[in-house]
Every structure is written in C-alpha cells, then in structure tokens.
C-alpha cells in the first residue's frame, strides 16, 4: 500500500520561511493535500494540488510537486507564531483511501 | 455552515467496556469517514460511508464498527475496550466519495482507556 513520509520536527526563526517536505511512494496519486493540526484540536484543510500540477501559491502558502520524484513541500512564507502546530501531508491512493503521514512539528524560534 | 461535528469531545472508558461516538457531518455532505489518531501510530483509516452503506474499510479488528444513519449522521462503536483503544477519533465528511472529494474533519473526540 501507500507509504508517506515526513520528517517529524522542525524549527524555523519567526519570519523566516518554513519548508516542511513530504514523500509518497503510489505514483498514480491524484490528489495530495496539506493538513494543520493545532493542540487539542481537529485536522484544517490548508490546501491541496493536483497531480497534473507542479506548483501551487495561496497566499503565504506554496505547495511544490515533484511527481518524478514523488516529493511534496509545503512552503510557509514568513512564518508567524500562530503557524506553531503539526502539519500533515495526505495523498489519495487508488482505492480512494487518503493515506496521512506522521506530521510534522512546527515549532517557532523567537 | 457549521463544520462537522463530534460528540462527546472527552470521555474516559475502563477496560472491557464499549464506547459510541457520534458524527454531524457538514450539512449536505453525504460521505463520513473515521480515523483513529495515535502518538505512535499517526492517523489510521478506519472506515468510510457514503449513503448508509460501508464503502470502505481499513485495517481494524471488528471490534470497531460503524454505521451511518439516513441523515448522513454517523455513529462508530468500539467494544470491548482496550487499553491501546486510547487515541484522539476524528470523523471527517465530504459531498461525494472518491478521488476529488476533499474531507473536511471535526475536532475530535479523546477517549481515554483506563
């Protein structure tokens, strides 16, 4: 079956930019989406982009697709300290189940 | 438009007990699925419907089960409790199933296993 990957920390001074770089290995995914997951909270749809595209900006937000490479990144530009959560990357597998990966810590240096 | 809707939030089970959780889908949406959030395990499938009938499934024991109601609400039970059935269980809904159906997900609910 599917496996995504992520890196499960990183920390970024606020305003610099966040990359946080996801691998999946089922190359006919056809939709891959970035979740945020604040303390206590639920999953928020961030954004999401389509396998015939290689990027994606939406507003701060960039996401980057690399289909050859089966690599995603979403990319935070100047990040805030209201950015500070986990960030989950998700790919929809041929049997339409949406495979998540671990997350990604986001934590914000002053 | 509310979002999707869990109930109860918090809850603390002992083992051996059963517990049923409940999920207000986004109104017009007629997809909910379940997953199950683990510290160790990250979030896990658990099962999907879409009008009253189970479209998908994945790799729980039938201890878990689900159902949906035919106003898209939808209950999950788990029986017999377990110690490792402590997790975060997120119910998430969507207008159609499939490809392209982006899911949208509730705040959860914590059970706790003691």
């Known amino acids: 079956g599917e496996d995504v990957e992520q890196s499960l920390f990183l920390s970024v001074r606020e305003g610099d930019s966040s990359v946080i770089n996801c691998t999946y290995t089922?190359?006919?995914?056809?939709?891959l989406y970035w979740y945020k997951q604040e303390p206590g909270a639920g999953l928020q749809l961030l954004t999401y982009i389509f396998s015939n595209m290689d990027m994606k900006q939406d507003q701060r937000l960039t996401v980057l697709l690399n289909k050859k490479d089966k690599h995603l990144s979403l990319r935070i530009a100047d990040t805030q300290t209201g950015d500070s959560a986990i960030y989950f990357c998700a790919v929809v597998q041929r049997d339409d189940k949406i495979i998540f990966g671990k997350g990604t810590r986001l934590h914000i240096l002053p | 438009k509310a979002g999707v809707t869990q109930t109860p939030r918090y809850l603390i089970k002992t083992r051996g007990q059963q517990v049923t959780l409940s999920c207000s889908p986004i109104?017009?949406?007629?997809?909910v699925s379940w997953y199950q959030q683990t510290p160790g395990q990250g979030l896990q499938f658990l099962f999907e419907y879409f009008s009253e009938t189970q479209r998908n499934k994945g790799n729980f024991p039938g201890r878990f089960s689900g159902r949906q109601f035919s106003n898209s609400r939808s209950e999950m039970n788990v029986s017999t409790l377990e110690l490792g059935d402590s997790a975060l269980y997120l119910c998430?809904?969507?207008?159609?199933?499939?490809?392209?159906?982006?899911?949208?997900f509730g705040e959860g609910s914590w059970l706790t296993v003691v």
């Open positions: 109104s017009g949406h007629r997809s």
């Open positions: 998430a809904s969507s207008y159609g199933t499939g490809t392209g159906n982006t899911i949208y």
């Open positions: 089922d190359s006919s995914s056809t939709y």
